[in-house]
């Protein structure tokens, strides 16, 4: 009945916001076109269910019309504040390599919990687990901070540091979080799918930078547009920023698009690999020319390449070499335990031998003088 009940609630809010969307428009369409916002995938890569919110195609891609786009921004802006004002708490994910700063600069500016690393499955069905490895984490920086890390060997150190580097690592950004959300703002449902499926199981609302080879249908509050340019990434989660500071009475910030050297860098894929960017700086242009590398350029890269690969393999050593001692010493615990049962059985083993061969030579003794005194007695009876 609760979850029918909250359906119902927010179906009855997204009508009354969709009444309202056309009365203001939070952010103007130049901004959107500057940032590049309406340039979606090949035409070769799309999902059937975006074709509403795609204006039409030039040069093999299909280009999103910013009207729907606006439309959505307005919806998503005043649901998300909605939710807010009544005390609700969002999480903003993004993992792709090339838009984690943005997400953690933009949920930090206004205090909102962000996952920036990969997601790890059931960060919101096991939440209960997740808390368990925060407390360990939390543990682990008391006792750095109260000096009891001393009285443990350089390798325990070693291993407790390693642990506490990867705890930072994925749950920074959810370490004050002590319930699940009550709403997710996803870059590109595709790439988080585990997080859409998490979010939609609980029946957490879901606003999303949705392109268009994503299915619009698993995002609640869908806002078409880039997915992938970082300036198109920057300025919606901005936004959606904004309605989170303004609903907690903070300052919001003038949306910026950023400059375009920050995009002429070469893309990233998921797992770092670089590739070609695809996406735009200008409206006319759809293919941006890639510079040509000189030959001092490439011979820096090489030098760069080989350094990062010889840190790598002096890395994996010293992991090996810790993991080995590690396993020595826990087979040496068993033998050396043996070997001290040994010598104290054979320290109580000695003097019952002693006490042993001594008894004997009693017994010789008596027979002796009993010998001895029968030969007496004979003697005094002849």
């Given at each position: 009945?609760k979850?029918k009940?909250?359906?119902?609630?927010q179906?009855?809010?997204?009508a009354?916001v969709k009444?309202?969307?056309n009365?203001?428009?939070?952010?103007?369409r130049?901004?959107l076109?500057?940032?590049g916002v309406q340039?979606g995938?090949?035409?070769?890569?799309?999902?059937p269910k975006?074709k509403?919110?795609i204006f039409g195609?030039?040069n093999?891609?299909?280009?999103?019309?910013?009207d729907?786009t606006i439309e959505?921004i307005?919806e998503?802006y005043?649901?998300?504040?909605?939710?807010?004002?009544?005390?609700g708490r969002?999480?903003?994910?993004?993992t792709?390599?090339q838009?984690?700063?943005?997400?953690k600069?933009?949920?930090?500016?206004?205090?909102?919990f962000?996952?920036?690393q990969?997601?790890?499955g059931?960060m919101l069905?096991n939440?209960?687990?997740?808390r368990?490895s925060?407390k360990r984490l939390e543990?682990?920086?008391k006792?750095?901070?109260?000096?009891?890390l001393?009285s443990?060997?350089k390798?325990?150190?070693?291993l407790?540091?390693k642990e506490q580097?990867?705890?930072v690592?994925?749950?920074s950004?959810i370490?004050?979080m002590?319930?699940?959300?009550?709403a997710?703002?996803?870059i590109?449902?595709n790439?988080e799918r585990?997080a859409v499926l998490e979010?939609?199981?609980?029946n957490i609302?879901?606003?999303?930078l949705?392109d268009t080879n994503?299915d619009?249908?698993?995002?609640?509050?869908?806002?078409?547009?880039?997915?992938d340019?970082v300036r198109s990434?920057k300025?919606?989660?901005a936004?959606?920023a904004n309605?989170v500071?303004?609903?907690k009475?903070l300052p919001?910030v003038e949306i910026?698009?950023?400059?375009?050297?920050?995009?002429?860098e070469?893309?990233?894929?998921?797992?770092g690999?670089?590739?070609?960017?695809?996406?735009v700086r200008q409206?006319?242009?759809?293919?941006?020319?890639?510079e040509?590398k000189?030959e001092k350029?490439?011979?820096?890269?090489?030098?760069?390449k080989?350094?990062?690969?010889?840190?790598?393999?002096?890395?994996?050593?010293?992991k090996?070499?810790?993991?080995?001692?590690?396993?020595?010493?826990?087979e040496?615990k068993?033998?050396?335990?043996a070997?001290?049962?040994?010598?104290e059985a054979e320290?109580?083993e000695?003097p019952?031998a002693?006490?042993?061969?001594?008894?004997p030579k009693?017994?010789?003794?008596?027979?002796?003088?009993v010998?001895?005194e029968?030969?007496?007695?004979e003697?005094?009876?002849?």
């Open positions: 009945m979850e009940e909250l359906l119902a609630q179906e009855v809010a997204k009354e009444e309202e969307t009365k203001e428009e939070i952010v103007s130049n901004l076109l500057e940032a340039f995938h090949n035409t070769r890569k799309w999902n975006m509403e919110y195609e030039k093999g891609i299909y280009i999103i019309d910013l729907k959505g307005n998503a005043k649901a998300l504040y909605t939710i807010v004002q009544n005390g969002v999480l903003f994910v993004g792709r390599k838009i984690q700063e943005i997400i600069e933009e949920a930090e500016r206004c205090g909102e962000y996952v920036d990969r997601w790890l059931g069905t939440f209960k687990t997740i368990r925060i543990e682990i920086e006792m750095d901070a109260e000096g009891t001393e443990y060997t390798k325990e150190v070693a407790i540091k580097e990867k705890l690592k994925y749950f950004g370490r004050e002590t319930k699940i959300p009550q997710m703002f996803v590109d449902p790439s585990n979010a939609r199981k609980l609302p879901l606003f999303g949705v994503c619009p249908d698993e995002v609640d509050y869908v806002i078409p547009g880039n997915d340019a990434v300025v919606i989660t936004i959606m309605a500071a303004t609903a009475g919001p910026v698009v950023p400059e375009e050297q920050e995009q002429t070469q893309h990233q894929g998921r797992f690999r670089s590739r070609r960017p695809r996406r409206v006319d242009a759809l293919i941006l020319p890639v040509d000189t350029a490439k011979e820096i890269e090489l030098e760069e080989k350094k990062a690969k010889k840190e790598e393999i002096k890395e994996v050593k010293e090996q070499a810790i993991k080995k001692e590690a396993k020595l010493e826990k040496d068993p033998k050396k335990a070997k001290v049962e040994k010598e320290v109580e000695k019952k002693k006490k042993a061969k001594a008894e009693e017994e010789v003794k008596k027979e002796v003088k010998t001895v029968e030969v007496t007695d003697e005094e009876v002849k």
